[in-house]
């Protein structure tokens, strides 16, 4: 830090160019985040200085998240469920291990996750001491049932299920989880940082809310296909009890005990996930997830009429094809196996489909063999 500081021109100019430097999403195919929404923008400067941490002091901000919570409850079909907002899937993911690893309390806690899952749980389970055991997918990807519950043993803390994977935008069977997870008595978790926004949206959806009856948490994620401002997520629980052994004393705040992981915490995006789902509503949000869907339908159709063909039909806005190149500018992104991954965010609408679709048709070279 020099000793002056600059004139607010001189950073103001140095800023934006830095900014600059940055891609523009108008051609990154490859994220799961997306330009805010201008209502989600305008109400996260309305509550920029807010303070989770503290919420007596923020009564307001404290409300929307209480609101929130209440419409995932609703849009997730159990009205009792309680739930939190956190910095997103990550942060859920922690605090869902943090809370199964502690009602559990054995000695040697595993959990169970699908080979598709994120790997925050991998970082999850590195923090708590917690052993990961992978179960393989099937040829769509999607987590073996059957040998999910081979894996499940008496110190098994939670097993994981994912609604709309992260690399092939596909659903975990959560009915079958359900069944096994409620026989054995372990806690179903879904992961729904990328889907949760965008199965209740959809027709004929696979299953993964609380409908189905074993499900006790689902995390997700306002920054995705929310629209909403970095950082957000939410966890929703079906039984609030499960945060209690989470609790620690917070003598000298507004709250006297507190489960979140982080302490301060943004308010400003809480109130930018309510902005956008009060502004568009169900029907807003069906039309915009129709969009996505309709867009990621035209990708898969357009890369097959080169011959490019697809890896699997996704369950959401995610596109998968075989290994092939694209043409820049356009940012792609190539899965763990090296099959082109792209996700047909908000910002990737009809015209820049078309703009990437015409860009590859005439840069691709068919392979003949
Ligand atoms: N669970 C699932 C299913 C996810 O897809 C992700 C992130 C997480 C959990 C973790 O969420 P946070 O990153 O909010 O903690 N999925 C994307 C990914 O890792 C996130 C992302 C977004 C990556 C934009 C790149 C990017 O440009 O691929």
Known sequence: MDAEGLSADELFCFLKAKRKEDYSYSN?????????????VEAHNLFMETNLGDPGLFPGTADLEDRLIRWFADLYNEPSAGGCTTSGGTESNIQVLRFCKKTKNVENPNIIVPA???FSFEKACGMMDIEMRIAPVDE????????AGELIDKNTCCIIGVAGTTEYGVTDPIPALGKIAGQEGIHLHVDAAFGGYVLPFIENAPAFDFSVPEVGSISVDPHKMGMSTIPSGVLMVRDEKVFCNLLVETPYLTTKQAYSLTGTRPGASVAA?????????????????????????????????????RRVTP????????????????????????????????????DVVEAFLSDFGESHVPDIN
């Open 28 to 40: 990154i195919l490859s994220s799961m985040c997306t330009s805010p929404h201008p209502v989600a």
């Open 116 to 118: 598709s899952a994120h």
């Open 140 to 147: 769509e990807f999607r987590m073996r049932t059957d040998a």
């Open 273 to 309: 996930a309510y902005a956008v789902m009060a502004y568009m509503g169900r029907r807003g949000m069906k039309a915009l997830v129709s969009g996505c869907m309709e867009n990621t339908r035209r990708v898969i159709e357009g890369m097959e009429a080169f011959g490019v063909q």
């Open 315 to 350: 369950d959401v806005n995610v596109a998968t094809f075989e290994h092939v190149s694209v043409p820049s500018p356009w940012i792609v992104s190539y899965t763990r196996r090296g099959d082109l991954r792209i996700v047909c965010m908000p910002h990737v609408n009809r």
